[in-house]
């Protein structure tokens, strides 16, 4: 009698199922879909439809007896699907084509690939998880996700991927979905599920809602035991299924169900939700109207395993109304048990029929009737492109949430007033973070094993930035603070204004005592690198803060909650694709400066290359000299020589120049009462900074304090320093206290070109230099450093660096054999202006690449640069003018420009007219263009080992990069 009911109610809902709801797996060419499906449908044996049921795990990081035992399964039992677990993306081809060519019907191959192959597989890639997703407030993201994925499963041949997890995660100590989940909000996980799914199913690849009817709120994890929903009915249909109602009207392809005890669903307190037929059928086909594929989630789980034997309970799945039967523990057991049932009428061929052409269909739906083998050429590169580091870029940046902004501590503004700390909390590694925050301004690491001496350690500074660094290997890490650790960021927070940056799951501020005392408080999610380098742009303004809690955090912080931050407009840092440019083209940079090495035009360099404000090429080459082990770092300090005038004297001038105290048309004999009897008197401020002012190029003004041996004489120095002699030129060598005078003087009594023409001078920047000290009774490095390196965050730009780094920090120029008889190591090269202890306003600057991009970008950004306007829009556009143009004088005023006339080749080329820079003699260079939104920045020490090595120029390397650049910009 019983089998009898049970064999009506099964026919009743095979008809019933087929007469209502969508059909998600029905494709656009029905006719040939069903064509396709019936002929395959008819040919089948009882045993052939049987094997179609089950979903086998394999491994491609196994032996070949497992190999052997899959052949075995597809050959002898016909098994319909494979999920594949762990192991290479190039093993799973392989096998993938293997196990294919042995199926006679299309093999529907399966993965767990919730943040993408990487759950599974090695050497692919990994996306956020789905916690961090839920923090985006643009699902259009989510569904881009989607779209990445699907692409990078249907080239690994992969037809359904089990994800989205739609589980509303209201339960924070749920040990099992968690951060899988994309929150609390059934609103968020809804339409996060809906643009996932439509994105992954606009590939082809079968989506699966998991875990039904909702794992949420459990407290045990199935895996291991069967866990307890214990609500009523209501309060289910409200929260935890909420997400599928909609799903199932987006077209949604197939549903995991989970093995939970819900006792207001299935009365059975002992029968899990896999294998009861009121949940499957009853609710999710009939009442929800689900027509397309159901899986039991892996059936070798403790939630399903623990209820019966094997074999039993693959029979008690297909029963309850299941499609698939995943991960079977048994496979000839179930067989026999389903042909016994069938045998003996507890099930139809019908019932049978009826998942196996729904089987059929979603292979169908997902291209197996087309082709069912990997291609195995560049699988590598095609799973780990720039797209898909384009991508994660863009779901971190968009994640990462401002939850706490007291007095606007959030970026951070005014460098120039800030002694930044750094403190790490947590068990894995911080140092993305960190590095990144070092590109903005200095920031010291500071840790100790005892609180009193971090305190302590701490008193000099006015903010500590805390990192929370867990580990990211995996979603169910471990994230919460250790008690000490919440002990001590309590009384940091207490003494100290704090940014606190937490790179784990939000769930971890739930043991946060309270907040009242953090300033500013950060939630990246995860701590991928990505994530932490983002993060620190954020911190600095550099990016703005975009996303929102998914999750409520006591009473303080809701679900939804989240601050946007402001841009300062400090440079980003990114990959080349981001801002329209191309990482291969980019590659023949790698390729000269191996070339600048290899034929010792230069030991070693630094090139940068940023493009609408962001770094996207930042890289060093080389040693210091040719003759040591010591690595060219990007923090490494070069020599840039004339890129002095307009990294450090142009500014000042600029700044005068808005405040009235110098014009354009302003003569020399009206700044320096020195000049203004000579014939110099009337020449003006635009002529010398324009290189027409009839100057002479330059005066060797040391070879007149060498004695008859050409080396420094007595008359002029001193191996000590005193009141006398307290210039100092070098390494136990000072000059005359009063020849800087003497300089001014020698220049105004210096004759002038016979007529105007152009002829790049160094000496109107020593008049400046001369004239702007006097004003400011302070000199150049006082100055730019108070003006403008402190607050842009330039702490790695500086005269005479000696005193303020280790000389390892330092690049050295050259072996002087001609005034100094020493290798120029730590001093400045020119020795115009050594002779005015190392601080010339032609001269004398020493830098990184970065530090000069953010200069650079200053000016590109009309004067504006992390918050602070340093000068206006229309000084910029006053100095980067040619006002001699058709003399043939390409110069600007201060700036030079691309070549007027070819032969000069101070450029490329390529750039605009709109474009400006400077080179330098020990082989720097650097240029900004308005319309690319380029900057460019070569440091090198081609002096080394003399000046007399002028491959570096000769060959033109500097603007042979400069066009690379160029041609790498594809957008």
């Not at 994800?163 to 609390?184: K, L, Y």
């Not at 863009?394 to 706490?404: A, G, M, P, Q, R």
Request: charged share 25%; glycine share 6%.
């Amino acid at each position: 009698m019983t089998k009898r009911i049970l064999f009506t109610f099964l026919l009743l809902n095979v008809c019933l199922l087929q007469a209502q709801g969508i059909d998600p797996l029905k494709t656009k060419d029905e006719f040939t879909q069903k064509k396709w499906v019936d002929s395959l449908l008819n040919s089948m044996t009882i045993e052939d439809k049987i094997g179609q049921l089950f979903m086998v795990q394999a491994y491609s990081n196994s032996d070949e007896k497992h190999y052997e035992g899959i052949d075995s399964l597809i050959e002898k039992y016909h098994i319909g699907g494979l999920i594949f677990m762990q192991g290479t993306p190039e093993n799973q081809a392989v096998l993938t084509n293997r196990y294919q060519l042995k199926s006679k019907t299309p093999l529907l191959i399966g993965f767990d690939g919730e943040w993408g192959l990487d759950m599974r597989l090695k050497n692919t890639y990994r996306f956020p998880w789905n916690m961090t997703l839920g923090a985006i407030r643009d699902d259009k993201l989510i569904e881009d996700f989607g779209v990445q994925l699907g692409k990078h499963c249907k080239r690994l041949g992969i037809h359904i991927n089990f994800a989205p997890v739609v589980d509303v995660n209201t339960n924070p100590e749920n040990p099992i979905i968690g951060n899988r989940s994309f929150g609390e909000s059934r609103e968020n996980v809804t339409e996060k599920s809906i643009a996932f799914i439509k994105g992954m199913q606009s590939q082809n690849v079968l989506s699966s809602a998991k875990h039904f009817p909702g794992h949420g709120d459990t407290s045990t994890d199935s895996h291991k035991t069967l866990p307890v929903l214990d609500f009523d009915f209501s309060r289910l249909d409200s929260i935890e299924m909420y997400p599928y109602k909609s799903l199932i009207k987006n077209n949604l392809t197939s549903v995991m169900v989970a093995h939970l005890s819900v006792v207001a669903l299935e009365p059975n307190s002992q029968l899990p939700t896999s294998l009861s037929y009121n949940v499957i059928t009853n609710l999710l086909k009939k009442d929800l109207k689900f027509n397309g594929l159901i899986l039991t989630d892996a059936l070798n789980m403790k939630g399903a395993a623990d209820y019966a034997s094997p074999g039993d309970v693959d029979l008690a799945a297909f029963l309850a109304g299941n499609d698939i039967l995943l991960i079977p523990e048994n496979v000839p057991a179930a067989v026999l048990k389903i042909k016994n049932a069938l045998d003996n009428k507890i099930l139809t061929e019908e019932r049978l029929n009826y998942s196996v052409e729904k089987i059929l269909k979603a292979k169908f739906w997902a291209g197996l009737s087309a082709s069912k083998y990997v291609e195995l050429n560049n699988l590598q590169n095609d799973l780990n492109s720039i797209n898909d580091e384009l991508l994660h870029r863009k779901l971190v940046e968009s994640s990462i949430s401002l939850l706490k902004n007291d007095g606007v501590i959030f970026p951070i503004q005014n460098l120039d007033k800030k002694n930044i700390a750094y403190v790490k909390f947590g068990d894995d590694d911080g140092s993305a973070f960190v590095n990144m925050l070092k590109n903005y301004t200095n920031v010291d690491v500071i840790s100790s094993e005892n609180l009193d001496d971090l305190i302590s350690q701490l008193e000099s500074y006015n903010l500590v930035i805390i990192g929370y660094h867990k580990s990211n290997t995996n979603p169910w890490k471990d994230y919460k603070f250790l008690n000490k650790e919440l002990v001590w960021i309590e009384e940091i927070a207490r003494l100290k204004k704090v940014i606190i940056d937490v790179f784990a799951s939000p769930y971890s501020l739930l043991d946060i005592d309270t907040f009242e005392n953090i300033e500013g408080l950060l939630v990246s999610y995860q701590n991928s690198i990505i994530s932490q380098e983002i993060s620190a742009q954020m911190i600095f303004g550099a990016i703005e803060t975009k996303g929102k809690l998914p999750v409520s955090i006591k009473n303080v912080f809701s679900e939804g909650h989240g601050l946007m931050s402001t841009s300062l407009k400090r440079l980003a840092y990114t990959i080349p694709e981001e801002v329209g440019m191309s990482s291969e083209k980019l590659k023949k940079i790698d390729s000269m400066a191996a070339i600048v090495i290899k034929e010792k035009m230069a030991p070693g360099m630094q090139i940068l290359v940023a493009r609408k404000g962001k770094v996207i090429y930042s890289k060093s080459f080389g040693n210091h000299t040719d003759s040591d082990s010591l690595k060219v770092e990007n923090s490494n300090l070069y020599d840039v020589a004339s890129m002095t005038k307009i990294l450090a004297s142009l500014p000042l001038i600029m700044e005068l120049q808005e405040k009235g105290t110098i014009q354009l048309e302003s003569t020399l004999g009206s700044l320096l009462p020195k000049l203004k009897k000579t014939n110099k008197s009337k020449i003006t401020v635009k002529e010398v900074l324009s290189h027409y002012g009839r100057l002479q190029a330059w005066i060797p003004f040391y070879v007149k304090t060498l004695d008859s041996t050409k080396h420094p004489s007595e008359e002029y120095y001193r191996s000590e320093p005193s009141r006398k002699f307290n210039i100092k030129v070098a390494n136990n060598l000072y000059l005359r206290t009063d020849y800087k005078d003497s300089i001014i003087d020698i220049i105004a009594k210096t004759d002038l070109l016979d007529k105007p023409q152009y002829k790049y001078s160094d000496l109107s920047y020593f008049l400046f230099k001369d004239f702007i000290e006097k004003l400011y009774r302070k000199n150049l490095n006082e100055l730019t450093q108070a003006h403008f390196y402190k607050a842009l965050g330039a702490n790695r730009t500086t005269y005479v660096p000696i005193e303020k780094f280790n000389l390892k920090e330092i690049v050295p120029t050259e072996k002087d054999d001609y005034y100094r008889y020493e290798l120029v190591h730590g001093y400045v090269h020119d020795m115009g202006a050594a002779m005015q202890g190392g601080i010339g306003g032609h001269a004398g600057l020493f830098s990184n690449a970065n530090d000069v991009a953010k200069i650079m970008q200053m000016y590109l950004q009309k004067g504006y640069y992390g918050g602070k306007r340093y000068l206006k829009s229309e000084t910029i556009d006053v100095f980067n003018h040619r006002y001699f143009e058709d003399k043939k004088v390409r110069k600007g005023v201060g700036f030079d420009k691309p070549q007027i006339v070819e032969a000069e080749k101070a450029t490329c080329g390529c750039v605009s007219d709109k474009s400006f820079g400077h080179s330098g003699f020990t082989g720097t260079f650097t240029w900004a263009d308005p319309e690319s939104e380029l900057v460019y920045v070569f440091l090198s020490n081609r002096v080394f080992p003399t000046a007399e090595n002028r491959g570096l120029v000769r060959e033109n390397i500097r603007t042979i990069i400069q066009q690379y650049i160029q041609d790498a910009i594809i957008n």
